[in-house]
């Protein structure tokens, strides 16, 4: 079956655009997460969509970062106002119920580049 | 404090070399723990679930020791393709990942 896809696979733009990025979770799955993954560094979480609840945004790392998940399954991040630090790449990952003892399925990712 | 610290390597080892890797995490309530494999410019993919009683899949045998707060991946009879970079991942209400160990198998 289709595993999890985001859109698009790169991204440049100059600092101070806005841009925004997709993913389209596996078809079932509840759960829904944002990471960005800097060169030569770990994951970072962003924030976490389970079902109807309120998403935990913990994670976003400024009031430039918000994201949406509409009818549970598709979600957009969108960064606006660029910086050059937002370069990194923004993987989303999709589980079947949530946090716990489960496998996370990881999209592509999305190769964000700021001019 | 880092929730999940690693050593990043890199680690280069022969053909058929056995190899270990730690990883510590500061929250004793952590509830579940994986290693996770990620290949360059690719997505993390889950290599195995890591569970209390330790757990062997094949060459690859992973153990958790709650008392010292660490996990640890062992690698049996080492191949190429398992050249990557192995992430551990630790979930206590939020999953956080370590930077990573660098492997490299050299023919």
């Known amino acids: 079956g289709a595993g999890v896809s985001q859109s698009p696979s790169n991204k440049v733009t100059e600092k101070g655009k806005d841009v925004e990025l997709r993913c389209d979770p596996i078809?079932?799955?509840?759960?829904l997460y944002w990471y960005r993954q800097s060169l030569g560094q770990g994951l970072e979480f962003l924030i976490y969509?389970?079902?109807?609840?309120?998403?935990?945004k913990s994670g976003l790392p400024s009031d430039r970062f918000s994201a949406e998940r509409t009818g549970g399954s598709v979600s957009t991040l969108t960064i606006q106002r660029t910086q050059q630090e937002d370069s990194a790449v923004y993987l989303c990952?999709?589980?079947?119920?949530?946090?716990?003892?489960?496998?996370?399925?990881f999209g592509p990712g999305t190769r964000l580049l700021v001019l | 404090r880092k929730e999940v610290e690693q050593d990043p390597g890199p680690f280069n080892v022969p053909e058929g070399a056995t190899v270990a890797f730690n990883c510590t995490y500061s929250?004793?309530?952590?509830?579940?723990f994986f290693w996770y494999r990620q290949d360059c410019r690719k997505e993390p993919k889950l290599l195995m679930s890591?569970?209390?009683s330790g757990n062997e899949d094949g060459r690859f045998t992973a153990q958790l020791n709650r008392a010292s707060q660490y996990i640890s991946l062992l690698i049996r009879d080492s191949k190429l393709s398992d050249s990557a970079t192995y992430l551990c991942?630790?979930?206590?209400?939020?999953?956080?990942f370590g930077t990573g160990t660098s492997l490299t198998v050299i023919p």
């Open positions: 990952a999709s589980s079947l119920r949530g946090r716990g003892q489960e496998t996370q399925y």
């Open positions: 078809s079932g799955h509840t759960a």
């Open positions: 969509f389970q079902g109807n609840s309120a998403p935990d």
């Open positions: 929250n004793s309530a952590s509830q579940s």
């Open positions: 890591v569970y209390s």
């Open positions: 991942v630790v979930n206590s209400n939020q999953f956080y």
